[in-house]
């Protein structure tokens, strides 16, 4: 697991060669007023996480964010126990991706 600044994050996103898979680990209503593009949520605080976590490809490469960063924490550091290798979790979270003012997503759950 590496914690990755922003610079880091959209070089990481930007390279072509690699499939990252993004985790915004928030709660729904958080997602719903904005995301980083290609988010795929997953709630840290849901009961369901570990089994929806389960499901995912432990091979993968992944960005991580939350807010600011606790729960991207703690889901990453419950990703590795379950087998995970590739893990960057982005340091700051969504609120230093919005205040860089950088592309956000604000497309709607189930829209």
């Not at 610079?7 to 997602?31: C, G, H, M, N």
């Not at 949520?41 to 499901?55: A, M």
């Not at 550091?77 to 592309?103: I, N, R």
Request: aromatic share 6%; glycine share 10%.
């Amino acid at each position: 697991m590496t914690i990755i600044g922003l610079t880091e994050a959209q070089a990481l996103l930007a390279d072509q060669t690699r499939s990252v898979i993004v985790l915004d680990v928030r709660k729904p209503d958080e997602y719903n007023e904005g995301h980083l593009e290609g988010a795929n949520l997953v709630d840290v605080t849901d009961d369901g996480f570990t089994d929806k976590i389960s499901e995912l490809d432990s091979s993968a490469e992944y960005l991580v964010y939350c807010k600011l960063g606790g729960r991207s924490a703690k889901a990453v550091e419950q990703m590795t126990s379950m087998g995970f290798t590739s893990l960057h979790d982005l340091e700051g979270g969504f609120t230093a991706w919005a205040d860089a003012e950088l592309p956000i997503d604000t497309t709607q759950l189930g829209a």
